[in-house]
């Protein structure tokens, strides 16, 4: 009888080691996703910063050269002035 039970007991023993190994391999496999996953996601997070990144030099880009087209402008409207006034001289003779 002692050793039914003791048999019994190494059965049981070792079916719980199988499954407690099947277990363990499981969550392995699920902690390799995560870590795959996190990966992507890093890598996904680093090129959306760089893109936010280059929009905000484009954005830069696009400023100065308003400020640039706007002096210019400036510079246009003046000189039609003067020759406005060219004009007018001409007229006037």
């Not at 007991?9 to 795959?36: C, H, K």
């Not at 006034?85 to 006037?92: C, D």
């Amino acid at each position: 009888m002692v050793a039914d039970g003791v048999r019994q007991l190494s059965r049981r023993t070792q079916e719980f080691t199988t499954e407690i190994r099947a277990i363990v391999a499981e969550v392995n496999g699920m902690n390799l996703q995560i870590a795959s996953a996190t990966e992507q996601q890093a890598v996904a997070s680093g090129q959306i910063n760089q893109s936010v990144q280059q929009v905000a030099e484009q954005s830069q880009d696009v400023l100065r050269e308003a400020k640039k087209t706007q002096v210019m402008v400036t510079d246009i409207e003046q000189m039609i002035g003067q020759v406005d006034e060219l004009i007018a001289g001409y007229k006037v003779r």
